[in-house]
């Protein structure tokens, strides 16, 4: 009986060496080039956030207004999350994702020629819609051509890509737009990221579905029914809240508040969001390292994710400290406590999911995570217009953080892959 039900379960996992990357380096390309990819996505993503102070004032808009164009970007983000979830476990992934990036990089563009607060909020949405596929497809490419021990260092090399995309685009977007206006930027980046795609169907993997796990697609329900999967969605929306407020008001902040230059601001940003992939990066090595050499996944994840989460609530210090050197100190100890949890958040969904299950997964999680995109700019924009200060903004950041880490620790279990089959006959 034990024997049957072991062949039942490796049947379901296919042998990543066996789906259609061969070698080490031939996934080291594709690692490269899906880096690079999330790079431009977030470089994308937080463009606007840049271009927000000269905006303003450029085109008239209010700072309420200022935080609906902001989020707006999350509302296709988060609702399309399920679709393309749907779409990775449907059709291969490796053409799902270049789709998503055509798209987006298009309505990037389409942001530069824009006149008014309707054509910004309307090229918005677009990026939204096209970004949506990224994450999907990440962890559907990593649950089926990478190994366990590999995920983490994987998984963060894509969250340094994220964290380095905003902090190039906000070392260039803010030189560029000092001497140029906010427009260049748009169109500049919008055309040029194109040259991404025609790489990417040269060195691509080549998926090859196990037909068994086509023809028993785990469903949306069955995920759904699990406590760990609320664990990832809740922890990461909490996650999600607190980066994209440091996201999507960082710059504003530095301008108003701090009284920074464009050039300033735009050298500490970027140094922000360099000191957070380095650490996730670094802590996604060790972490893989240490379950290479036999050490417990749920212990090595929980542990980063806790301990990360648990610290980045010292951002809040940052408004209460007059003193602008010492506050941007503690800015970099919370983005670098940022950088611990986020080598594992990722791995850790890719895990209990598995290849039968990781598109879906990834899709509800990130649905729900990205509300936090939606609601983290507009409850600042109203914050700080109801009150002319940051500081509660700062707080509730911190407070969702901490409430995330509690979520990771104590409501999460096991860190091991789903028995969907068992689970689905129980």
């Known amino acids: 009986m034990e024997i049957s039900r072991s062949k039942e379960v490796s049947a379901e996992i296919p ?3 066996q789906t259609g990357v061969g070698s080490s380096k031939s996934l080291g390309l594709v690692l490269v080039l899906l880096v690079v990819s999330v790079a431009i996505n977030y470089f994308d993503r937080g463009s606007l956030s840049i271009a927000a102070p000269v905006l303003k004032d450029e085109l008239g808009i209010s700072v309420s207004q200022l935080g609906i164009l902001l989020s707006a970007l999350f509302w296709t983000y988060a609702s399309f999350q ?3 979830g749907w779409l990775v476990d449907r059709f291969p992934a490796e053409w799902v994702l270049p789709a998503g990036f055509f798209l987006w990089s298009i309505a990037e563009c389409g942001t530069g020629i824009a006149r008014g607060f309707g054509g910004l909020l309307v090229m918005q949405l677009l990026v939204g819609m096209g970004e949506s596929v990224a994450y999907p497809s990440y962890s559907r490419i990593f649950s089926e051509h990478f190994v366990e021990h590999q995920r983490g260092f994987a998984n963060a090399c894509i969250d340094a890509g994220a964290k380095c995309g905003p902090a190039l685009g906000t070392l260039l977007g803010g030189l560029v737009m000092a001497r140029f206006g906010w ?3 748009f169109l500049v980046l919008g055309l040029g990221s194109l040259i991404w795609i025609p790489l990417w169907f040269k060195w691509m993997p080549k998926s090859q579905r196990v037909p068994r796990l086509s023809q028993q697609a785990v469903s949306i329900q069955a995920i ?4 760990d999967a609320w664990a990832t969605f809740i922890g990461h929306f909490c996650s999600n ?11 504003f902040y530095l301008v108003r508040e701090k009284h920074f230059s464009l050039n300033r601001m735009a050298t500490i940003g970027a140094g922000a969001y360099l000191i957070t992939g380095f650490v ?3 802590t996604g090595f060790i972490s893989d390292r240490l379950i290479a050499a036999g050490a417990s996944s749920t212990r090595v994840r929980k542990t980063c994710m806790g301990v990360g989460m648990g610290l980045s609530p010292i951002i809040v210090v940052v408004a209460l400290v007059p003193d602008r050197r010492t506050s941007m100190v503690f800015l970099l100890l919370a983005c670098m406590s940022y950088g611990v949890y986020s080598s594992s958040h990722w791995a850790t969904t890719q895990t209990l999911a598995g290849p039968r299950a990781a598109g879906k997964w ?4 990130n649905c729900i995570a990205n509300l936090a995109g939606v609601i983290a700019p507009l409850v600042t924009g109203i914050v700080v217009d109801k009150t002319g200060q940051f500081f509660w903004a700062f707080a509730i950041a911190g407070a969702i953080a901490l409430a995330g880490a509690v979520v990771y620790v104590f409501v999460l279990g096991r860190i091991e892959p789903v028995n969907w089959l068992l689970d689905q006959s129980a």
Request: charged residues 10%; aromatic residues 20%.
């Open 15 to 17: 042998n990543p060496v």
């Open 224 to 227: 759904v029914s699990r406590r």
């Open 183 to 185: 427009r260049p930027i």
């Open 280 to 282: 996730t990066t670094l």
């Open 82 to 84: 399920i679709v393309s």
């Open 362 to 365: 990834s899709g509800l999680q």
């Open 241 to 251: 809240y607190f980066w994209y407020f440091v996201l999507t008001w960082l710059p």
